[in-house]
């Protein structure tokens, strides 16, 4: 019996080596393969007709506003003004009624003085990977400036370059939760199931449908 733990034990430990081994692995990858797309001033940053602004909640489970939207939202609109975009796909979950990303995007981009015209819905971006898919197969983009926060570009840009996007990200500059333990850890995990999604299981996104490309006005 003892001889059997020891073994399940020396196996356990052996899995978890190589997992640490993987997270770190992807997690350089990610990183050292899209930091070059990534623009920390509105002169260097180059233009596009689209910015894809990728959804979070607007308030946090303690009810207080959420530091990662009004981050968001206020990049989103310094990009408008500074003449970097002209339209905006705000893509997020709407699991019900009463949760709603894009709609609440929607609602603080106009109060921004972003007129309605220019804002494009994507109900159905239940994850990352599900947003810059649909970005490319539902709305006909291509090349789109993505707008979130620094320790999520990466992994934005990684699953665009998969797919052929030409896609950039603004560097958010705020004082929101980037470095807390919490989500750095979540972060590096993120990263190395996007590797896992990508070239092995070639997950697809939870709801596709019919096109919709995004027309300019």
């Avoid at 356990?12 to 070059?36: D, K, M, Q």
């Avoid at 609440?104 to 819905?121: D, F, H, N, V």
Wanted: proline fraction near 4%.
């Amino acid at each position: 019996m003892n001889f059997i733990k020891r073994r399940i034990f020396k196996f356990a430990l052996i899995v978890i080596f190589f997992a640490f081994v993987f997270i770190f692995i992807s997690n350089i990858w990610v990183v050292g393969s899209t930091e070059n797309f990534i623009y920390s001033s509105y002169d260097s940053l180059p233009s596009n007709s689209v910015a894809l602004v990728l959804g979070t909640s607007n308030r946090l489970v303690n009810g207080a506003p959420n530091p990662f939207f009004l981050e968001r939202i206020a990049a989103a609109a310094s990009l408008y003004r500074k003449g970097k975009v002209s339209h905006f796909l705000l893509s997020g979950d709407n699991r019900t009624r009463f949760y709603n990303e894009p709609e609440e995007m929607r609602r603080a981009l106009i109060k921004e003085g972003i007129p309605s015209t220019m804002i494009t819905l994507d109900y159905a971006g239940l994850r990352t990977l599900d947003s810059i898919i649909r970005s490319k197969e539902i709305f006909g983009q291509n090349k789109i400036i993505i707008v979130t926060q620094p320790f999520h570009c990466y992994r934005a840009l990684f699953i665009s370059r998969y797919f052929d996007i030409d896609a950039v990200a603004f560097l958010i500059k705020g004082n929101s939760i980037d470095s807390s333990v919490k989500v750095n850890i979540r972060e590096w995990l993120a990263r190395a199931k996007a590797i896992l999604d990508l070239y092995l299981l070639k997950t697809a996104p939870r709801h596709l449908g019919s096109k919709q490309p995004i027309e300019m006005r």
